[in-house]
């Protein structure tokens, strides 16, 4: 499938198409994409100017004559968007999209995306996690990851912080130690 040049970029200079962008300011949307579209979508939208956030993780695959790494979505079928509601339709136009929603409390996810993103900045080891829907949230006190929040999970007598996207219900899993965690 061959990219275009949306129909919104054709008139992006004009003054009173910028005037309405600045009625309608960007706001983050997750983008349930079609299968295995991610990365073409992500693609999409650096090539025309959107700004997408697309967290990956390292997944390493051993060959008798290479090791390959990939970096796969760290959740798979979404994509976040920071766009205006105007420029919606170009997103559904590329084909790589199911549905786009707007989260509610824009806030609170900005903070839990940024807090996700910024772990993988610090070069921590993540991964994907199931859903957890119990356990008890706490805060990060101490060290590169201090301030970010997430769910305590124990498994064999380690405790793993998880840091979830609650809009989404997806997570993403960085093992700590307990003693740099507090309740909140």
Not at 46 to 52: L, P, S, V, Y
Not at 71 to 77: A, C, Q
Not at 79 to 102: G, M
Request: with cysteine; aromatic share 12%.
């Amino acid at each position: 499938m061959s990219l275009y040049l949306p129909r919104s970029f054709a008139i992006a200079q004009d003054p009173e198409y910028q005037l309405l962008l600045e009625q309608y300011p960007p706001e983050w949307m997750v983008a349930y994409t079609r299968p295995r579209c991610e990365k073409k979508l992500d693609l999409f939208c650096r090539k025309f100017g959107f700004n997408a956030k697309l967290p990956t993780y390292p997944s390493v695959r051993k060959s008798s004559r290479k090791v390959v790494t990939f970096h796969k979505p760290l959740f798979p079928g979404y994509l976040f968007l920071n766009i205006s509601p105007l420029v919606k339709q170009e997103i559904y136009q590329s084909d790589f999209v199911a549905r786009l929603i707007t989260a509610k409390n824009q806030e609170l996810f900005r903070k839990q995306l940024d807090d996700v993103l910024y772990v993988i900045e610090q070069g921590f080891s993540i991964q994907p996690a199931p859903n957890i829907v119990e356990g008890v949230q706490v805060r990060i006190k101490s060290g590169p990851l201090r301030g970010v929040e997430g769910y305590v999970q124990e498994r064999k007598g380690t405790f793993q912080a998880i840091l979830r996207i609650d809009f989404i219900k997806e997570a993403a899993m960085v093992t700590m130690n307990v003693d740099d965690l507090e309740l909140v």
